[in-house]
């Protein structure tokens, strides 16, 4: 198992610009995940995803756009980068009920700067 | 809303000593998880020991070990005879045990360890 996969590792941006990070998992986990860090801020959660088709908003999740069309993917979208989007992202998932739950499964993260 | 705190930005202990991380959390719930996950500068995010609020037993995973007080609220991380390799960011983390559909992982904002030769 792969586990969870995040691409890209880096990037930089211009402000205005958009772009899509993608995660990928392979342990048919039903709950993704996104979550940005910031210096002094601990993980903050910005959108998650219980399901296919089924999506909604964490605790920063201004300027994001999430969709899940698979159980797999689940691509964090920055509509228009401005640099308060700068931050380390990381892409989680886990099992939903059961023992199993208590786990959640992190991605590698991306490094973004936005200029 | 649940909230964990890490009062310590910054420890350090010399190799092959014990230290003690610490963590607070806050909750009306009585049925929730515990984490501590550790960030080297790879920035991957390793869990490091978890504990169940209803087992009393504290969790113990080789030179980890947790001191878990239920009534205080109380998670610290205790870290036996430091390696050089234990040096790294440390994050405590709670997670609700109830599925509400928003249960996310709340982080604390992390105790970054150095480990002194």
């Known amino acids: 198992n792969a586990g969870v996969t995040q691409t890209p590792k880096f990037q930089v941006l211009k402000t205005g610009q958009s772009m899509t990070l993608q995660c990928a998992q392979d342990?048919?986990?039903?709950?993704m995940s996104w979550y940005r860090q910031d210096p002094g801020m601990g993980l903050r959660l910005i959108h998650y995803?219980?399901?296919?088709?089924?999506?909604d908003q964490g605790e920063v999740p201004n300027g994001y756009n999430v969709s899940r069309s698979t159980t797999e993917d689940f691509p964090l979208r920055l509509l228009s980068a401005a640099p308060s989007q700068t931050s380390v992202y990381f892409c989680?998932?886990?099992?939903?009920?059961?023992?199993?739950?208590?786990?959640?499964?992190f991605g590698p993260g991306t490094r973004l700067t936005v200029l | 809303a649940q909230t964990v705190t890490q009062s310590q930005p910054e420890m350090s202990v010399q190799e092959a000593e014990t230290v003690t991380l610490s963590c607070t959390y806050d909750?009306?719930?009585?049925?929730?998880?515990l984490f501590w996950y550790k960030q080297p500068p790879s920035r991957q995010m390793i869990l490091v020991i978890r504990?169940?609020?209803?087992?009393?037993q504290n969790a113990t995973e080789n030179r980890f070990s947790v001191n878990f007080q239920k009534a205080a609220k109380s998670f610290s991380l205790k870290i036996s005879d430091s390696q050089l390799g234990d040096a790294a960011m440390y994050f405590c983390?709670?997670?609700?045990?109830?599925?509400?559909?928003?249960?996310?992982?709340?982080f604390g904002k992390g105790t970054r360890l150095s480990v002194i030769a």
């Open positions: 504990q169940e609020a209803y087992k009393q």
């Open positions: 342990m048919n986990h039903e709950y």
């Open positions: 995803s219980v399901g296919a088709g089924i999506t």
């Open positions: 983390a709670y997670r609700s045990a109830i599925w509400t559909g928003n249960t996310p992982l709340v």
């Open positions: 909750t009306s719930e009585s049925d929730y998880y």
């Open positions: 989680a998932s886990s099992y939903i009920g059961g023992f199993s739950y208590n786990e959640q499964f």
